[in-house]
């Protein structure tokens, strides 16, 4: 019989399976109807479909938290600020401020290459790539309407750090208008090559920042959550 591995980091995981970070879910801010948290990357904003990934920021959070909701989602690599709701009614109201795009978002992200230009926007329409699933593409004719606005904020050794304002929220906007524009996120494992995918020990994308009224007082509540790159 082959030998056993000697600890489970030397077990090699099925490919549906998903890293855990063990890194935990911080509450940045509570209140009776929601919570700004800061979700750790290499961890699920929601459960996968197979048992192994039910492990995610929600269930964490319900343990503390049992009325805890989701209102939106990080990617798995992605680390960052995130609203959560407390309660159905705080959660349709939540919503609604999205799809009304009454939330400000910012996030900073290392990118590959000097960006000439100090601060722009790109504005390519993003559609599902279903030959390639979970891959996005830009499409002219089946593309939604996708709107980032960035800025240089420094370059260091041949690389750019940027400040990334999505207007719109499509899935992987920031990561394919990186990619688009020629400057590709370091160590994204969907859209840089292998050696822009190798030069970082993570995805360097965390969203830093998020405004919005507060679903019941309508004061304006801004969020926080440095970068840890």
């Not at 998903?18 to 929601?34: F, Q, T, W």
Request: charged share 25%; net charge neutral; glycine share 6%.
């Amino acid at each position: 019989m082959p030998t056993p591995p000697d600890s489970p980091d030397d077990l090699e995981l099925p490919p549906y399976v998903v890293p855990h970070s063990a890194e935990s879910v911080k509450v940045i801010y509570a209140d009776e109807s929601l919570l700004l948290i800061r979700k750790p990357d290499l961890l699920l904003s929601v459960p996968g479909r197979h048992p192994l990934n039910h492990d995610c920021m929600i269930t964490r959070l319900q343990e503390r938290y049992p009325d805890a909701l989701v209102v939106h989602r990080l990617d798995l690599d992605t680390s960052g600020i995130m609203i959560v709701a407390r309660g159905k009614p705080s959660q349709a109201a939540l919503s609604r401020l999205f799809q009304e795009r009454s939330v400000d978002k910012q996030y900073r992200a290392w990118v590959a290459g000097d960006v000439a230009d100090d601060e722009g926007k790109i504005d390519l329409p993003i559609a599902r790539d279903w030959e390639n699933r979970p891959l996005q593409k830009i499409c002219a004719e089946t593309g939604k309407k996708s709107l980032t606005y960035f800025k240089v904020l420094k370059r260091e050794n041949g690389n750019s750090y940027l400040e990334l304002q999505p207007a719109t929220g499509r899935t992987h906007q920031l990561r394919i208008h990186c990619r688009e524009m020629g400057h590709p996120i370091l160590g994204c494992d969907m859209y840089a090559p292998p050696a822009i995918l190798g030069s970082a020990p993570r995805l360097m994308l965390h969203a830093s920042r998020i405004a919005f009224p507060h679903p019941v007082t309508g004061r304006k509540l801004v969020g926080h959550c440095p970068a840890p790159f």
